[in-house]
């Protein structure tokens, strides 16, 4: 297996930046959920960054992915068995704990789950932790299909798995999330192997030009999608399927964002390149502080949209930079979490 310690800056500026989308959906989310009244502005936010944010982290792992050569099975076991490490531990450690904390504030949350779903984690992700299970899945499907398919072109892997997204459709969340997702997942393996990144017109062009196109895209193709909803042009089927394709075109486009902000040296390439190295945590431990600041601020009368996303946000944000910086010092904490590193640490 070809192992790789290179340093890609625009996947670390898309993860901060899909890390962001995450909390500010989850947010404004969280408010609708609970029935408050929410402005048409966030509404439309929120329906926007719902529909790329998680695709936007499997496109990075797939990035990253892209590079490694699995030559046989055992190599395949072992690559296997540190994504379970890696992956798994954080699953449940951080699903217990969520599970635990929401059966004792029940009565507060508008999503509760019974101490018996720890039971089900197996097969039932909770919350956002869904990701590091479909993300597991992922990682146990490619590299056999790429073994089995391995005179196909990742072109046409793609569209196998494009394919799956647009026409499978399970009940079963652990093989919906696999069929929705991994496209996207694929999408950035496709974009490593063919270079794209080495290509003119991402190496010539001014990067806040490519940022200019990349968000005017972006845009474009949103209100496009939205118009095409709307307008109950298509069948649901068809809805979905236009879903689908949104998702990957808007992808795209946050990946050119990203990539023209990592050409740039200014303070939002370095704040979102800070960011990144907490991405994990934030995405792991956002909801805690949203959630219970919510809570609050729905007990002493403050229902106000802008207030309640404004302070959701920035509590979401901190309060999950602190608790990393926290953890981070604490191996039997950070082991939690991060379980690889520590290990590491422990054998230098």
């Given at each position: 297996?070809?192992?790789?310690?290179?340093?890609?800056?625009?996947?670390?500026?898309?993860?901060?930046?899909?890390?962001?989308?995450?909390?500010?959906?989850?947010?404004?989310?969280?408010?609708?959920?609970?029935?408050?009244?929410?402005?048409?502005?966030?509404?439309?936010?929120?329906?926007?960054?719902?529909?790329?944010?998680?695709?936007?982290?499997?496109?990075?792992?797939?990035?990253?992915?892209?590079?490694?050569?699995?030559?046989?099975?055992?190599?395949?076991?072992?690559?296997?068995?540190?994504?379970?490490?890696?992956?798994?531990?954080?699953?449940?450690?951080?699903?217990?704990?969520y599970i635990l904390f929401s059966s004792i504030i029940s009565s507060e949350m508008h999503t509760a789950y019974a101490i018996?779903?720890?039971?089900?984690?197996?097969?039932?992700?909770?919350?956002?932790?869904?990701?590091?299970?479909?993300?597991?899945?992922?990682?146990?499907?490619?590299?056999?299909?790429?073994?089995?398919?391995?005179?196909?072109?990742?072109?046409?892997?793609?569209?196998?798995?494009?394919?799956?997204?647009?026409?499978?459709?399970?009940?079963?969340n652990s093989v919906a999330y696999l069929a929705s997702y991994t496209c996207f997942f694929y999408l950035g393996v496709c974009f490593r192997r063919a270079d794209l990144l080495n290509r003119h017109y991402f190496v010539s062009l001014n990067p806040y030009g490519l940022l200019a196109a990349g968000l005017s895209l972006s845009m474009i193709v949103y209100f496009f999608y939205r118009l095409m909803v709307a307008g109950n042009v298509f069948t649901s089927d068809l809805t979905s399927g236009l879903k689908c394709i949104t998702r990957l075109l808007l992808v795209v486009t946050i990946v050119v964002t990203a990539i023209a902000v990592s050409k740039m040296n200014n303070k939002a390439?370095?704040?979102?390149?800070?960011?990144?190295?907490?991405?994990?945590?934030?995405?792991?431990?956002?909801?805690?502080?949203?959630?219970?600041?919510?809570?609050?601020?729905?007990?002493?009368?403050?229902?106000?949209?802008?207030?309640?996303?404004v302070c959701g946000i920035a509590i979401g944000l901190v309060g999950s930079l602190v608790a990393a910086m926290a953890i981070k010092r604490v191996p039997l904490l950070r082991i939690w979490i991060e379980p690889l590193q520590v290990m590491k640490k422990k054998e230098q």
């Open positions: 297996m070809k192992k790789s310690t290179e340093k890609i800056v625009f996947v670390d500026i898309l993860k901060a930046i899909a890390c962001l989308c995450v909390l500010i959906g989850h947010v404004i989310n969280g408010m609708m959920k609970d029935g408050m009244d929410v402005s048409e502005p966030l509404r439309l936010l929120n329906s926007y960054v719902y529909l790329f944010h998680v695709p936007c982290f499997f496109f990075a792992s797939g990035y990253l992915y892209a590079n490694k050569r699995l030559t046989g099975w055992r190599e395949y076991l072992q690559f296997v068995g540190k994504k379970l490490i890696t992956l798994a531990v954080p699953y449940f450690a951080c699903s217990i704990a018996s779903a720890i039971t089900e984690l197996w097969r039932t992700p909770v919350a956002q932790y869904w990701y590091l299970y479909a993300l597991f899945e992922m990682f146990l499907l490619v590299p056999v299909i790429e073994r089995i398919l391995p005179k196909v072109d990742s072109r046409w892997i793609f569209l196998l798995f494009v394919g799956s997204a647009l026409w499978i459709d399970s009940s079963v390439n370095k704040l979102l390149l800070w960011l990144s190295q907490f991405s994990l945590y934030i995405y792991l431990f956002h909801t805690w502080f949203t959630g219970s600041l919510r809570i609050l601020l729905r007990k002493t009368g403050i229902r106000n949209d802008w207030i309640q996303a």
